[in-house]
């Protein structure tokens, strides 16, 4: 079937951010501070992306993994104070050892934050706004018109009807690179041999948990836990599996203290083999995340010390993607890079996270240890085949197994920052993306607070 219809381009900007996730939320701030008129379109209401509708906490750790330094600061550290003077997050330089705030465990679960999806969503909003973003909500990307392998306009869906985007400088930050898709640069799916993308999950939120009762008997198994897998309450749940009351795949409860007494956040459903850029998936998963809530509730209820009373709060409207799409870009990063410290010369953030590697099958997690840090460069940013557009978040250029690191918030903030700070450079000196001074990207960079590791 053929289509053809009149669009108008109802905006014209220097840079076009496609999802407010933390990579887009932070891309926006950073390309607006930096003198480009800046448009964000987020295809739901709220900015944050995983962090809010997807009900996802805490912000994992933006430590080393010897937990002696802070690695990612910027405008992440920023959202984290501003949110933490607000009464909606702790600030992660004060979680520290096996608590209730990172589920009992230590492997790159110290300095962690906690927070308040909705108050982050807030401060979300007046960050955004003072930079002097333009946010549209309910827009969603549909489709590019390229020049050659320059994009010039995203098409997008907005509760008008079909509108044209024309802008000097995109970012993709779907985090299933949709964008990239659409303006013709490869992509890969999950693993690059299989095509399996880690598990899916469902987020949900409790109220009424007796913390102590809880913690009590954790703290009285604190030297059993193991310190780097996160088992919290596994005896339980093979408890629960023996007497016909658990079919889930997973093997532990993931539960996430946050700053309101009784409040915690529950990351325990798990949905194997979902292609995040299949709708018919998506949908499915959704169902069965909501029935397999209902499921964990009644095992909590019944098996696990303080929450015999527990009530739902609400279950994420959103459905949790740990991965989809990786775009092939000017660099792939890799598992060695991730694991062994490596300093790249045109790196443009430092992280420490974990590889944290759900299996697809078996409800397993693995966890391997980074050694204290490794830095993300600039080329992985870059995709192939079109010329002005940055992609930030968890589907930039790297492994499916390197992912499984540099794909929590912290870091995808901190490509976020990268992407809207090159993206405006580029603009301001009407190059593309690829042609600007990286160590002026760089200089700038430290200058708004990023931390960039050096050899
Ligand atoms: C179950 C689960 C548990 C996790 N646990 C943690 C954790 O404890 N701590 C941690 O730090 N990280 C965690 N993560 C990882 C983290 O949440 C995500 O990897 C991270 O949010 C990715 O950020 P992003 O900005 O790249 O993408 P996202 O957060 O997915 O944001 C993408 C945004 O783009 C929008 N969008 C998508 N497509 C379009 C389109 N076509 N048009 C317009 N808008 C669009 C989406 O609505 C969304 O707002 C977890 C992830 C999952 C799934």
Redesign the pocket.
Known sequence: MRYTCEISERYQVDVLV????????SAAVAAARNGAKTLL????S?????????L?????TCYDNDVTEQVVKGIFDELCLRTEARGGAIHPSKIRGMCGYNSYFLGSHEG?TPYQSEILATVMDEMVTEAGVQVLFG????DVRMDGERITHAI?LMKEGLAAIRAKCFID????A??AVRSGVPTWTGDRKTGVS?P????FEVGNVDREAYCAELEQRKDQLDNHMGNCYSWKVREAKANGDWDLDKNELGM?EQNIPGRWKV?TTRMSYVDATNTEQVSRAMMEGRRQVQEVLCFMRKYIPGCENVQLIQVAP??????SRHIVGKYELTTDDVLHRKIFEDAICTFG?ALDR?DSQGGGVTWTLVDRYYTIPYRSLLPENCSNLLV????ICGSSEAAASY???????AT?QAAGTAAAIAVKQNVKPEEISVDLLRKTLVEQGAVIKEH
């Open positions: 496609v999802g407010g996730g933390p990579a887009g939320f379109i987020e295809q739901n709220v900015l944050g992306g995983m962090a809010t509708s997807g996802v906490g805490p912000f994992m962690v827009t969603r990307l549909a997008v930050c779907t985090g299933d949709d964008l880690q899916a999950s469902l987020f996430y990351n959103s459905l949790g993607v740990r991965e996270y759900h930030a978040g968890r589907c794909r929590v918030m912290p870091a995808c903030m976020g």
